[in-house]
């Protein structure tokens, strides 16, 4: 679904054409902003202006220009427009007591059943528009403007948490079991987990206090921010019930922990709880009967976490665990894996056409990262300030 362009300081619109003095103050707030250490694409977004057009502005400016839009305009006369009158008229028809309440697209189909048209639906919204009376109306919620995208960043363990329910099947028809888990996004271990027999916000705010106390994030006095540490904890979620709870919100405000959501609708946000879940239901171990009890699917998800947590090689973090990610001995191991290769290459180096496979860790894990800037655009207009 797209959505309309910020018009920013300049307040342009899409298409609209921007005055010489307009250009000008927007090169101006540019080249202030440029020599104050402010990045370009964080300027032009917003004066609501893209790079391209502010490179144009800065190129009929250059020498004696003076920053006039030649492009020629339409002079063109529209033989058919609606008249003056026709468009009171059209004004008049809706404000009247019958066609008060309704739309353009049922006023137009009424007249011409009395052998009247005025003109098309279209004309009627446009004149309706042009006046202000085109405002929506009914007891519907207006659309909203769409929810900023999350962009998370960890750059350590314990950093950035993603957490998450699923069903797991019981004997019972329509009855079904309830899975939290709690994984740390960088090291993708799971340091929490739960089977409960309902979505409860009171069991995941005690879940993720037991993963607190575990990962040595509160202290003895009391909750608080793990000492040394320079930024909150985030536990990251979707829109779930569970999730955005005041039972929730109230224990994570006492364990410092800061709270994320997903946009609604949007399961790529949460990428690596719904990885995680698909992992453990496609396991080949993973029952083919229902489970029985919350003693049996607790059974096989200690099991599972255990086998995930200590042997399961992610290939997101190069094929080592999550726990010797988790506990930093991931460097060594892959420092190791490097040494290896580069022996067997200097054994037999006509076997190795180019270097050999990079073992380093990813030292930053994002949801969601940005996008890259564009650097050729961004160089031009620096060089050019």
């Known amino acids: 679904m797209g959505c309309k362009k910020d018009p920013g300081l300049l307040g342009r619109g899409r298409g609209r054409l921007t005055s010489p003095e307009d250009r000008q103050k927007a090169l101006q707030i540019l080249d202030e902003g440029i020599a104050a250490g402010a990045r370009v694409s964080e300027l032009a977004l917003l004066l609501g202006v893209g790079l391209t057009t502010l490179q144009r502005w800065r190129r009929q400016f250059a020498g004696d220009g003076d920053g006039l839009d030649l492009r020629k305009g339409s002079h063109r006369h529209v033989g058919h427009r609606l008249s003056e009158e026709e468009r009171q008229r059209i004004l008049l028809t809706c404000n009247e007591p019958e066609f008060a309440a309704l739309p353009p697209g ?44 999350p962009r998370l960043r960890a750059a350590g363990p314990n950093q950035l948490w993603s957490w998450d329910i699923t069903y ?33 916000p009171a069991i995941a705010a005690d879940l993720v206090s037991r993963a607190c106390l575990r990962e040595r994030y509160c202290c003895a006095e009391g909750f608080a921010y793990s000492k040394g540490r320079k930024q909150p904890l985030v536990l990251h979620a979707d829109n779930g019930n569970a999730m955005r709870a005041a ?39 993973y029952p083919r009967r229902p489970f029985s009890s919350v003693e049996t699917s607790c059974q096989w998800v200690a099991s ?45 180096p006509r076997r190795w056409s180019r270097s050999t496979r990079c073992w380093r860790q990813p030292e930053v894990v994002w949801i969601n990262p940005p996008p890259p800037e564009i650097e050729s655009d961004l160089t031009t207009l620096a060089m050019a300030a």
Do not use: M
């Open 247 to 285: 039972t929730l919100k109230s224990r994570l405000e006492e364990l410092g922990v800061l709270r994320s959501f997903s946009r609604p609708r949007v399961s790529n946000d949460n990428p690596y709880s719904e990885s995680l879940f698909r992992t453990a239901k496609y396991r080949p171990d």
């Open 106 to 149: 049922q006023i137009v189909p009424i007249l011409a059943d009395r052998g009247l048209f005025i003109g098309s639906e279209r004309s009627f919204y446009r004149v309706l528009h042009a006046h202000g009376q085109a405002h929506r109306r009914g007891r519907a919620r207006p659309p909203q403007e769409p929810r900023a995208v």
């Open 304 to 348: 599972f976490v255990d086998w995930y947590n200590h042997r399961h090689r992610h290939s997101g973090i190069k094929f080592v665990t999550p726990h010797q990610r988790h506990s930093g001995q991931a460097v060594d191991i892959c420092r190791h894996r490097a040494v290896v290769y580069e022996q067997a290459r200097q054994r037999h």
């Open 168 to 200: 797991l099947p019981t004997t019972v028809r329509g009855v079904w079991l309830y899975l939290y888990l709690v994984i740390d996004v960088w090291s993708r271990k799971v340091v929490a987990w739960d089977v409960a027999e309902r979505e409860d």
